[in-house]
């Protein structure tokens, strides 16, 4: 049997077959790629591309597929590559089948709605013997496929379990950077796409590229007053999970939440839903009431979420966002 280490990345999406491809295409580990559609993985074997997800790039030969769940028994690491609203599920459907000790990474950015709990916290609670961490990060799925350079964040309970998985999985243009602050890194990542749906608002207003500055630096300064009271560290939102999420996510018309705000932002009808393909749509209401409940001030957070819910129009919302007190920076 190889020695080599053994991933299984669950979710046949654009993001789980980029990551998978990456990691195969590195050659340090055996890679499988599980998806539910066993017509679709047996098409990805003979093709050897995912046209729906990743249109026209060329998946490694070295990547395997599979829509099985017992081959998470052989898989040392297994990362879960679906949306956040469906991790918890996935965590009872495949945690039957993961080997001993195995660790479980979510690849998602949100917040469990039914809950208002990260999503490491879901996953421990029902996989109690499997170390849970989470990677997240500025990364748009064709760029990870392509090659292009990309850096994320990677965030364990304990350090030396991050800079195994960091290892593991990076390679020459795909980097991870350690941390132990899941709770930073995880509200990061879920809230750069509240925040870049504020953006997309301003952006389809034509309200300036000055607005949107202001909302990437006034939403970080929110960014890090949700983590401390939360536990983890303000400083972390200003690494790749963060800013480096934030800017990529609220700038790039490949974010979706971005093109979402954009369609509230002109009075256009939002037809990427308010379902798992905008978590922000989402993060925004969960946010709000995690910021309410331990105190916090989330100005942006609490409007985007009145305007998704169809509480407060957008030009009411940005004028209270004005004409709030003056406070320090």
Same mark, same amino acid.
Do not use: W
């Given at each position: ?204 207003? =034509?309200?300036?590229?000055? !607005?949107? /500055? &202001?909302?990437? @630096?006034? $939403? ?7 983590? #401390? *009271? ?49 978590? =922000?749509?989402?993060?925004? !209401?969960? /946010? &709000?009431?995690? @910021?309410? $409940? ?7 957070? #609490? *409007? ?26």
């Amino acid at each position: 049997m190889s020695e080599r280490h053994r991933i299984a990345v669950v979710g046949a999406g654009a993001f789980g077959t980029a990551l998978a491809a990456v990691i195969a295409l590195e050659g340090k580990s055996e890679v499988t790629l599980l998806g539910r559609d066993p017509s679709l993985m047996a098409d990805l074997r003979t093709d050897g591309m995912h046209t729906a997800a990743l249109p026209g790039i060329h998946l490694p030969d070295a990547l395997r597929y599979s829509a099985e769940p017992e081959i998470l028994a052989g898989a040392e690491t297994v990362l879960f590559a679906m949306p956040s609203q469906a991790q918890a599920d996935a965590a009872a459907q495949f945690g039957p089948y993961l080997a001993t000790g195995s660790t479980v990474v979510t690849c998602a950015k949100g917040i469990d709605r039914g809950t208002s709990r990260l999503l490491t916290d879901v996953l421990e609670s029902q996989l109690p013997h499997h170390p849970v961490a989470v990677l997240s990060g500025p990364g748009f799925a064709t760029d990870i496929a392509r090659g292009l350079p990309t850096a994320m964040a990677i965030a364990a309970a304990e350090l030396s379990d991050a800079e195994r998985l960091a290892h593991a999985i990076s390679g020459r243009t795909f980097r991870l950077y350690a941390s132990t602050d899941r709770t930073g890194v995880q509200l990061g990542g879920a809230l750069k796409n509240v925040l870049a749906i504020a953006c997309g608002i301003v952006e389809g207003m =034509g309200l300036g590229d000055s !607005a949107r /500055a &202001a909302l990437i @630096a006034r $939403g970080l300064a929110e960014m890090s007053r949700l983590v #401390e *009271a939360l536990g983890g560290r303000g400083s972390t939102v200003q690494g790749l999970s963060g800013l480096g999420d934030l800017v990529l996510t609220a700038t790039s018309h490949q974010s979706r939440n971005l093109r979402f705000g954009i369609s509230l932002g002109k009075g256009e009808p939002a037809n990427f839903g308010r379902g798992d393909l905008v978590e =922000g749509a989402f993060a925004a !209401a969960v /946010a &709000a009431r995690l @910021a309410e $409940g331990h105190g916090v001030s989330m100005p942006i957070t #609490e *409007a985007v979420a009145e305007i998704i819910d169809g509480k407060l129009d957008i030009p009411t919302a940005i004028e209270q966002l004005m004409t709030r007190p003056i406070t320090t920076e």
